[in-house]
């Protein structure tokens, strides 16, 4: 009589791999969050590396540094409750949330287990489907949060982008706005369409589907946007189908160029409430959105270089 076999010779062999642990907590933290029903001075997106935990640390941080808690506090996870909300005296007045986008758990496993520990411990994460890890994805998160924080954030008087490697004097930013809301849309009975952040100004090539002729002033872009000057609104320069074996041409474009038109820099974006809805909720922008997320993994659309984080701060600012 034979004896059976040892156990262990039928027992299947996994590999302990610690992500599998972490997707669960990471999957409980995509889920949609909570409507936030009441009032607030901002909603800010701040479009987040995934990659970079220390750049959200610093930026809570110094939020905290600002005294932007309720006083006497010193629990360093205040300033992370959920709904996340920076308090004053007066109450909550802006909400901050961390965009992050979709990406491979399988080819990121310790970005996994990090982005559920930190899911874990605050609750301003906003996880999105945007492309992440890529030239597109600054771009995409920045429309999707716009669109959501609508959703979010239905009562709030601003919403507002800006990027993870940017700090800004939130005390003064308050004051600004607040200075803001009692000068021009409470006078307008809170239907003003207001836009505000660092201005710049560049010109566009609709048959190249190209921004041009950027400046930091009016002076220069409508310098810039002569059609026989020497910019590379006129010229073919530094755009990427000018360069023959490595040189940029310089020959005449002949082309039309639409502009000068302001946009606010992707370091602060800020909109009342009224123009973000009346902007993100109508058709064209619905539309613009589906079109370039469907298109994003071919270079045969037409608006594929836009839709890239080299053109970011014209194509979302404006």
């Given at each position: 009589?034979?004896?059976?076999?040892?156990?262990?010779?039928?027992?299947?062999?996994?590999?302990?791999?610690?992500?599998?642990?972490?997707?669960?907590?990471?999957?409980?933290?995509?889920?949609?969050?909570?409507?936030?029903?009441g009032?607030?001075?901002?909603?800010?997106?701040?479009?987040?590396?995934?990659?970079?935990?220390?750049?959200?640390?610093?930026?809570?941080?110094?939020?905290?540094h600002?005294?932007?808690?309720?006083?006497?506090?010193?629990?360093?996870?205040?300033?992370?409750q959920?709904?996340?909300?920076?308090?004053?005296?007066q109450?909550?007045?802006?909400?901050?949330?961390?965009?992050?986008?979709d990406?491979?758990?399988?080819a990121?496993?310790?970005?996994?287990?990090?982005?559920?520990?930190?899911?874990?411990?605050?609750?301003?994460?906003?996880?999105?489907?945007a492309a992440?890890?890529?030239?597109?994805?600054?771009?995409?998160k920045?429309?999707?949060?716009?669109?959501?924080?609508?959703?979010?954030?239905?009562?709030?008087?601003?919403?507002?982008?800006?990027d993870d490697?940017?700090?800004?004097?939130?005390?003064n930013?308050?004051?600004?706005?607040?200075?803001?809301?009692?000068?021009?849309?409470?006078?307008?009975?809170?239907?003003?369409?207001?836009?505000?952040?660092?201005?710049?100004?560049?010109?566009?090539?609709?048959?190249?589907?190209r921004?041009?002729?950027?400046?930091?002033?009016?002076?220069?872009?409508?310098?810039?946007?002569?059609?026989?000057?020497t910019?590379?609104?006129?010229?073919?320069?530094?755009?990427?189908?000018c360069y023959?074996?490595?040189?940029?041409?310089?020959?005449?474009?002949?082309?039309?160029?639409?502009?000068?038109?302001?946009?606010?820099?992707?370091?602060?974006?800020?909109?009342?409430?009224?123009?973000?809805?009346?902007?993100?909720?109508?058709?064209?922008?619905?539309?613009?959105?589906?079109?370039?997320?469907?298109?994003?993994?071919?270079?045969?659309?037409?608006?594929?270089?836009?839709?890239?984080?080299?053109?970011?701060?014209?194509?979302?600012?404006?």
């Amino acid at each position: 009589r034979e004896s059976a076999p040892h156990a262990q010779h039928n027992t299947p062999k996994f590999a302990y791999r610690p992500e599998m642990l972490c997707m669960g907590a990471l999957r409980t933290a995509q889920l949609p969050p909570a409507v936030h029903t009441g009032p607030i001075l901002l909603a800010l997106g701040v479009v987040a590396d995934p990659r970079l935990p220390e750049r959200r640390r610093w930026l809570r941080q110094r939020a905290r540094h600002a005294g932007l808690v309720p006083s006497g506090s010193n629990n360093a996870k205040t300033l992370e409750q959920s709904p996340h909300t920076v308090r004053n005296r007066q109450g909550s007045w802006l909400a901050m949330r961390f965009v992050i986008g979709d990406f491979d758990p399988r080819a990121n496993d310790r970005m996994v287990c990090s982005l559920a520990d930190e899911a874990s411990a605050y609750a301003d994460l906003l996880f999105t489907r945007a492309a992440e890890l890529n030239d597109r994805a600054c771009v995409e998160k920045s429309f999707l949060w716009y669109v959501r924080a609508l959703r979010l954030f239905p009562f709030a008087q601003f919403v507002g982008k800006t990027d993870d490697d940017s700090f800004h004097h939130l005390g003064n930013l308050r004051g600004a706005l607040q200075m803001m809301t009692a000068r021009v849309i409470n006078a307008a009975s809170g239907s003003t369409l207001l836009y505000a952040g660092w201005p710049q100004y560049s010109s566009y090539l609709p048959e190249f589907n190209r921004g041009c002729g950027w400046s930091t002033n009016t002076r220069g872009a409508l310098f810039s946007a002569r059609p026989n000057g020497t910019s590379n609104c006129a010229r073919c320069t530094n755009h990427p189908f000018c360069y023959v074996r490595g040189i940029s041409t310089e020959a005449p474009l002949n082309s039309p160029i639409v502009g000068p038109f302001p946009f606010a820099t992707g370091a602060l974006q800020l909109m009342s409430g009224p123009l973000a809805r009346r902007v993100f909720t109508s058709n064209w922008t619905v539309q613009y959105i589906q079109e370039q997320r469907r298109f994003r993994r071919t270079r045969q659309h037409k608006h594929y270089m836009q839709w890239t984080c080299a053109a970011e701060d014209g194509l979302i600012g404006c």
